[in-house]
């Protein structure tokens, strides 16, 4: 006796949302799941996911050492079954099918069910060995980035190209600043006609005249740009004060409408099963992740920042020349602080000025092992 493939399938076997909502708008029948055996459940023909799962395996490739795997690399080691690394990228499966030859089974049927034969594409198998990589030889830009920060320590040079199309994309993060006060700290403080200690104010406290400029993130030495922060403490962190020591807060007032660059503005949620462009947006985002941790990463040594700041001096310099006014990042020195860069200081004006004291710094530290790096 022949028994009937497998067709039906329920929400049970999922649990991406997009797959569940397809499910539920489409689902005319209930009975029993043909693939997690779930009773009584809302069923659809797995031909009804088969456009959503084709979009989705597509970013997969199989296995093959010196195309998708580099030769010095196993393919057996690098590779994992499609089920498996489309769950363990997308999480697809519900626990009751994940990891499970039901699984396998459930993503075979779907992909058959209205596979193109017409197409000339070898139809994908569930469990043949796959990367998700491209090629070994194409990097994602956001690695591409990543080599470009080491090489420019050691060779200044260096020039790097970042995609036309994060070029006009990179858009999508430009924003009015939406508070009009920022905060700038100085160590230190003056005193007044009769010997009190007062707060640094007007130009002392503001961004530095050029011969005095230092190198900094944003900026070459006799550059002048203003580093700022969204929050007084952070301000007061990213000074490094040691404990007792006084500082100077400064408040600045944004005088003008000022486009800025957002860095902690949220990724987009990426839907492979929707998205048709959606390896490209996993891509752009994950280069916009790195550019933050680029521009928010504090120092290994604080002797040569004429070197150590290269990467996001040009890094800088690229966003300047696409019309942004500043940058805001993350910092590095205050949990969840915000840092601004604005290119021209005379986009803000000095208020008001306060005097605070140190009074704990905290610190903690490990062993440093190189491999971490
Ligand atoms: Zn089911």
Redesign the pocket.
């Known amino acids: 006796m022949d028994y009937p493939s497998p067709e039906y ?5 999922f649990a991406h949302p997009t797959l569940l909502s397809i499910i539920e708008d489409e689902s005319r029948d209930e009975g029993r ?1 043909d ?4 009773e009584a ?1 809302p069923l659809i023909h797995v031909s009804a996911l088969c456009k959503a799962f084709h979009n989705a395996v597509r970013i997969y490739h199989p296995a093959d050492s010196g195309s998708t795997v580099a030769p010095w690399e196993d393919a057996w080691d690098k590779g994992e079954p499609l089920y498996q690394a489309l769950d363990g990228g997308c999480h697809v499966f519900s626990d ?2 994940s990891g499970t030859e039901e699984a396998a089974r459930l993503l075979q049927a779907i992909l058959e069910s209205g596979w193109d034969d017409d197409s000339g594409e070898p139809l994908p198998d569930a469990c043949e060995l796959v990367v998700a990589r491209r090629s070994w030889v194409h990097q994602t830009p956001a690695e591409s980035w990543r080599d470009f920060s080491y090489a420019i320590l050691h060779d200044e040079s260096l020039d790097h190209y970042i995609p036309e199309s994060v070029d006009e994309d990179i858009h999508i993060l430009k924003r009015k600043l939406s508070q009009d006060t920022l905060f700038r700290a100085q160590r230190g403080f003056a005193t007044d006609q009769f010997g009190r200690k007062v707060p640094y104010t007007g130009k002392r406290i503001g961004a530095p005249p050029p011969e005095k400029a230092k190198p900094g993130r944003a900026n070459k030495q006799c550059e002048v740009v203003f580093y700022a922060a969204e929050q007084r403490e952070t301000a007061v962190a990213e000074v490094r004060p040691a404990r007792g020591l006084l500082v100077s807060v400064g408040e600045f007032e944004i005088n003008q409408p000022t486009n800025i660059l957002d860095l902690l503005h949220k990724p987009a949620r990426v839907d492979p099963f929707v998205d048709e462009g959606f390896e490209y947006w996993i891509d752009f985002w994950s280069l916009m992740q790195e550019f933050a941790q680029s521009l928010s990463k504090p120092l290994e040594r604080d002797d040569r920042p004429e070197i150590d700041y290269r990467p996001t001096q040009w890094l800088t310099k690229w966003f300047r020349n696409r019309g942004f006014d500043g940058i805001r990042y993350p910092s590095a020195l205050h949990e969840n602080g915000v840092n601004i860069v604005l290119f021209d200081p005379r986009q803000v004006t000095f208020r008001e000025s306060s005097l605070v004291k140190v009074d704990d710094v905290e610190w903690s530290f490990s062993p440093y092992r190189e491999e971490e790096e």
């Open positions: 399938c329920c929400p049970n076997c799941c693939f997690c055996s779930s459940v009751l099918l």
